[in-house]
């Protein structure tokens, strides 16, 4: 388990890191070009300018994941859950989305030139979080 880990501007290039847990890991400016994150977790991790380049997020959970500039090319995102997660400036050109869920992502000047095979927008989980944050404590 990797939770919280600390690894900025670390060179992990075709890392086999399936099934990893890097939940609220730092990520940033990390290359991890090529790498298996098949099933990884990687839960409000901050991976802020961090290369993605045909990496495989098979089945990822990726919920929160900081993503501020970070480079997808290439990469497969098939079966992942990116909910939430902010990719502004983000490229994601080329990247494979087979029922890849972007459910209220944050996507200012991200490059997504495709959204075939991502997830419908699910109105219903939009109304039940917004009651859920406007409820009284």
């Known amino acids: 388990m990797l939770i919280g880990a600390?690894?900025?501007?670390?060179?992990?290039t075709g890392a086999k890191l399936g099934r990893a847990v890097l939940?609220?890991?730092?990520?940033t400016q990390a290359d991890l070009s090529g790498a298996d994150l098949a099933q990884?977790?990687?839960i409000e991790a901050?991976?802020?300018d961090t290369i993605f380049a045909k990496a495989v997020l098979f089945q990822c959970i990726a919920t929160g994941l900081i993503?501020?500039?970070?480079?997808?090319q290439g990469a497969?995102?098939?079966?992942?859950d990116f909910s939430h997660a902010k990719l502004d400036r983000a490229n994601l050109s080329g990247v494979t989305l087979n029922r890849t869920n972007?459910?209220?992502i944050s996507e200012q000047d991200a490059?997504?030139?495709s959204r075939q095979g991502v997830l419908p927008p699910d109105p219903d989980r939009t109304a039940s979080e917004n009651w859920f944050e406007q409820r009284p404590a």
């Open 6 to 12: 600390k690894l900025p501007g670390a060179t992990l």
């Open 23 to 27: 939940k609220t890991a730092v990520l």
């Open 40 to 42: 990884a977790i990687l």
């Open 46 to 48: 901050n991976a802020t």
């Open 67 to 72: 993503a501020t500039g970070a480079n997808f």
């Open 76 to 80: 497969d995102l098939t079966n992942a």
């Open 102 to 104: 972007f459910h209220a």
């Open 111 to 113: 490059r997504i030139p």
